[in-house]
């Protein structure tokens, strides 16, 4: 028997949980989820190798129509990109509320020539169950998708249907990455994207998204990390926010990262953080690229 590897995208707009998706299917944590809209930044591939089957999936930020600053831009354009040369598009929404984002991303899809899923999410919320039939109705005169699955990727409902649909679009070839790697992200972009993580998890609405983290020193001898991750802010008032009265912020942020570094990486990890003001890094195209931001 051959085996079988392929692309999927998984899109949507900012906030509808295609990063939970993703962790859900793989049955680890590697994209970063908190409740604020715009949490992922980047593609990251999410790699699941099983019973022959190799399906590479490509998490991607969410598309929105605000593109003032120069992240803005990047984060649409890693989306966008993405669904170029995959095999199959998962096109994620929240339940039965389509937006204009919605619309905007169906838009961009209609213009590349890999078949779409479409996944209403989030179902478990619904306080209408009976109103779920004719939404999906009329979601199915919006485009011609392949199918529409309505899932929870929160508690897992229905994505094993989902993840049988999308192996039958996976066509016959070679792996293209060995059987036990799950991603194509460095340990230090991990690492940075769990101490962003926590900071957009601990500070909620306090903090615009004018927040990065660079790593800045990982060694790694087998039993033991050592970290050190800059903060990177653009005003002295949003750093004093990420550090809190008598440093007691930054200290939870850091414990929680660490706790996740040790399950991620199996070892001891020591985490060193700091918190550094950058004025207008996240409109500047060359301190973007200097940062990681860059078209890959």
């Known amino acids: 028997m051959s085996n079988r590897t392929g692309f999927v995208a998984i899109v949507g707009r900012p906030n509808v949980g295609k990063s939970t998706l993703m962790n859900r ?3 680890q944590k590697l994209s970063i989820t908190s409740r604020k809209p715009q949490t992922t930044r980047h593609q990251i591939l999410g790699i699941k190798t099983e019973d022959d089957v190799q399906v590479i999936y490509v998490d991607t930020p969410g598309m929105h129509l605000k593109q003032e600053k120069a992240i803005n831009r990047y984060m649409n354009k890693a989306a966008t990109t993405a ?6 598009v998962v096109m994620v929404i929240d339940r039965t509320r389509w937006t204009d984002e919605d619309e905007m991303v169906l838009e961009a899809l209609k213009n590349q020539r890999a078949p779409v899923v479409l996944v209403v999410n989030k179902v478990d919320f619904l306080k209408d169950k009976d ?48 059987e036990d790697q799950i991603t194509d992200r460095s340990s230090r972009f991990l690492a940075a ?23 800045e020193e990982f060694t790694h001898s087998g039993t033991l990390a050592e970290i050190s991750a800059l903060i990177l802010v653009e005003r002295p008032s949003q750093k004093r926010i990420v550090i809190g009265e008598g440093g007691s912020r930054i200290k939870q942020i850091g414990q929680d990262a660490r706790k996740d570094m040790e399950a991620m990486f199996d070892c001891k990890v020591m985490l060193n953080l700091w918190v550094k003001v950058k004025s207008n890094w996240s409109d500047d195209e060359r301190a973007l690229r200097s940062l990681g931001y860059d078209d890959r």
Do not use: C, W
Not at 146 to 175: C, D, M, T, W
């Open 131 to 178: 109103s779920l039939l004719p939404y999906l109705q009329e979601l199915s005169a919006r485009y011609p998708f392949e199918q529409i699955v309505p899932i929870s990727a929160k508690h897992g409902h229905n994505v094993e249907r989902l993840e049988n649909l999308i192996n039958s679009f996976i066509p016959e070839g070679q792996y293209f990455y060995p």
């Open 83 to 88: 669904v170029k040369d995959v095999d199959l």
């Open 193 to 215: 994207e769990l101490v962003r993580e926590k900071i957009m998890r601990q500070l909620g609405d306090e903090l615009p998204y004018a927040m990065t983290v660079e790593i």
């Open 25 to 27: 299917i793989l049955g």
